[in-house]
């Protein structure tokens, strides 16, 4: 069970689109529909952000969406702004009620 | 209001043992999942394991099968994770976090972390 693969880091200026990739296998990402994506600022909790691959839970931004195509999950920013600089991850069920994080991607809002 | 609320920070020496908490209230605790997710410092979320309270079906990461144990006790709402003997390389963030279901397979809440230091 390896981590799920992110590029370590994104940028963009503000009002600019940042896509975030996480590649798995079809063991996780790639078998279910169950991708998760997480919001980390610094020296706080995570917050889930995108659910079930492309669902907002209620109170986050429609200037985030998420999609899936074979083995890959993306999350994209669309017009980027400075509070959305932190950290995020992804996360994928794996089967069997267990679950694999993907690395870190540092976001910076030029 | 759902809330996870976790034990507070710890100091270990190499070798002791160690249980912290994650009190959940505002939901039906034994309706959900609990999951332990590892920081280390300046590193990524790491998902160790998962419980089910209700029945304490538990289920372990390969990297963290037999290095922790997870627990539960429905009676109080409460989730534990506890290390036997603590490694230096312990040293993390450790947030529990509520799983769904087959309708909610993602963390919709979490605690707010409880750090725990290792060292001699």
């Known amino acids: 069970q390896s981590a799920l693969t992110q590029p370590r880091s994104v940028s963009g200026s503000p009002g600019q689109s940042v896509t975030i990739s996480c590649t798995g296998s079809s063991s996780d990402v790639g078998g279910y529909t169950f991708v998760s994506w997480y919001q980390q600022h610094p020296g706080k909790a995570p917050k889930l952000i995108i659910y079930d691959v492309s669902k907002r839970p209620s109170g986050v931004p429609d200037r985030f969406s998420g999609s899936k195509s074979g083995n890959t999950a993306s999350l994209t920013i669309s017009g980027l702004q400075a509070e959305d600089e932190a950290d995020y991850y992804c996360c994928s069920f794996a089967g069997s009620y267990t679950y694999v994080f993907g690395t870190e991607t540092k976001v910076t809002v030029l | 209001e759902v809330q996870l609320v976790q034990s507070g920070a710890e100091v270990k020496k190499p070798g002791e043992s160690l249980k912290i908490s994650c009190k959940g209230s505002?939901?039906?605790?034994?309706?959900?999942?609990v999951a332990w997710v590892r920081q280390m410092p300046a590193k990524g979320l790491e998902w160790m394991g998962i419980?089910?309270?209700?029945?304490?079906?538990?289920r372990y990461s390969p990297s963290f099968q037999g290095q922790v144990i997870i627990s539960a006790d429905k009676s109080i709402t409460t989730a534990y994770l506890q290390w036997s003997g603590l490694e230096a390389s312990d040293t993390a963030m450790y947030y529990c976090?509520?799983?769904?279901?087959?309708?909610?397979?993602?963390?919709?809440?979490w605690g707010q972390g409880t750090p725990v230091t290792v060292s001699s």
């Open positions: 505002g939901y039906t605790f034994t309706n959900y999942w």
């Open positions: 976090a509520r799983f769904g279901t087959a309708g909610g397979r993602f963390a919709d809440y």
């Open positions: 419980i089910y309270p209700s029945d304490s079906d538990t």
